[in-house]
């Protein structure tokens, strides 16, 4: 049934392709063994798994992480109830909106719509996951940073890093009494409103309690305070405490190579996950077909919790390969557990006990023939 979501295959197609199973037995165990709290919990232990491998190490210590949203498209009884972004065509879709931390673990991941702004649920996914990671810095492109969520991102201990496009188009907001200097005068904006965020920093308190006990989810407040016509007490406070935070970070940013450097590569290992994403969700053109949100959520999970299975597998055996081979961690590190040319995602699935390896035990490394040889 995981795999059947995890490359949107479905159950109808997926008793075809297995031998011993009907339908019937697949709609069962989907029924009663598929939720979103198992999806959770089965992630949860797969990235713990991966995070004990030595070579994970190398890419990271686990504590930076960066999030973005893919776009995939609806089709049939889908595209009824799905958006269009004029950004990203004509066709209506869905996006997948997915956190990865540096070791290349993606621990969590949710479906929004694909004309929702992903900002509000940056937070989300660093506060409701089950996985025992320790963020500190969090990556994002310009879709996931706003003012509302540099606001909140101190207040639960994290460090906000967004790579924001044109950054000089942006101002600096400072506080009374300061002055910018002659070579940032021109970036220089409003100033901060410090009597409103001491009039509202009771109400600021009692908002990231709510958020951080479960009460409210941090992505529901977020389109709450962001969509009131009128700009409410709360909503203006938390926008002058982000307005605080992004000035800091815009002046880190422009002063800080090794920081440009970190959102970049967090960046990076993002999107090359969403290429291995989309390989796996090849079929139906790769569309999603679901009318139900539930079911939506579930190909979201099984996609990455087939992901998370691919990272854990290949750096296994990337692991092995490398003991064998003799090759040094700084060449290692550069390595990305991302790949798929050795797995086949099509054909019949067989699912015969008695070939699998014992358990810890690994299968015997596949040496390629050289393609300079008769």
Known sequence: MILADGINLGLTRMADTCQGATLRQLAHLHDWHISEAGYAEALGRMVAAHRGLPLASLWGDGTSSSSDGQLFHAGGRGAAISDINARNGSEPGVSFYTHISDQYDPFSTRVIAATAGEAPYVLDGLLYHANGL????????TGGASDHVFGLMPFFGYRFAPRIRDLKERKLHLFPGQHPGELLGGMAGDLINTNHIVEHWDDLLRLVTS?????VTASAMLRKLGS???????AVALREVGRIERSIFMLDWIQDLDLRRRTQAGLNKGEARNALARALFFNQLGELRD??????????SGLNLLVAAVILW?????QSAITTLGISDDLAQHIAPLGWEHISLTGDYRWNVDEQPEAGALRPLRVPASLLVA
Do not use: K, M, V, W
């Open 228 to 234: 009131y016509p009128r700009q409410n007490g709360l």
């Open 134 to 141: 320790s963020i500190e810095e969090h990556y994002t492109d």
């Open 211 to 215: 958020i951080r006990s479960g009460t």
């Open 291 to 300: 009318r139900r949100f539930e079911n939506q959520a579930y190909r979201a």
């Open 314 to 318: 290949n750096t296994r055996y990337l």
